[in-house]
């Protein structure tokens, strides 16, 4: 499988510079990094077998995150952020958790043989976090600040519970730069779509095991901050997309945020 159908990259920083950087000259250089785990239900080819008579369980948020790849485009467009995404279903590998963790592999694949788990893992899990990585440290090494956001929909009734947000910011709380990012961004949202609900860490702890979570263990607070955006997927139309209006106002209130 080539790496051009795990995940593209489909806006990089022109010129060089993606912006940012202040004009104080102690100050780091910004670069944007757009990220989507959950973007797709796709089961690849080789591994359809297993998921027969799994197509409803595909379709539904337990196999993708429904309205986060255009959320992500839309936000990575916004700030000429560097964009990678996977379409492979969570279903087949759980890219927004850590190594060795519970709940990396679904049900569905742990009924499968250890090696085709390992061989998922080497052809999606592997590739995909080591791009990202790889992205924020050569950003890091060449002097910038990374603020990565992780694109993610969440449904809006689990368990019976009905979820009461239309937009969470998952952080952690002990970074200075994310809490006070997200309290800017959720500030913005309010003015820019006063209709809509913003909560912090919430429908989960930003401080959970995932992506952002691993990257934090990796790069320092001075030059990497990982925030999760998560919305509420009764915005979500015909499965696929969030209104490009709610998703301007989005990405248009982080970019107030950020004082750009
Ligand atoms: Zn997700």
Known sequence: ??????????????????????????????????????????????????FRGRERLLATHRGYDPGALAMARTLAQALRATLVVSTVSRLLVELNRSPGRQFLFSPVMRNAAAAVRDEVCRRYYVPYRTEVEAIIARAVNAGRRVVHVSSHSFAPVLAGSMRSADVGLLYDPLRSGERELCHRWQAALRARAPQW????????????????????????????????????????????????????????????????
């Open 1 to 50: 499988m080539s790496r051009g159908r795990l995940h593209v990259r489909v806006a990089a920083p022109a010129g060089g510079s993606p912006g940012a950087g202040g004009d104080d000259p102690g100050e780091p250089s910004v670069e944007f990094l757009v990220t989507c785990e959950h973007g797709g239900n796709r089961v690849p080819a080789r591994y359809s077998a297993l």
């Open 197 to 260: 609900s913003t909560r912090r860490n919430y429908p989960y702890l930003g401080r959970s095991d995932g992506f952002t979570t691993w990257l934090r263990q990796r790069f320092p607070e001075r030059c990497y901050l990982g925030i999760e955006l998560e919305i509420n997927q009764k915005h979500v139309r015909d499965r696929r997309t969030v209104p490009i209006a709610a998703r301007n106002a989005v990405a248009a209130a982080l970019r107030d945020a950020l004082g750009r």
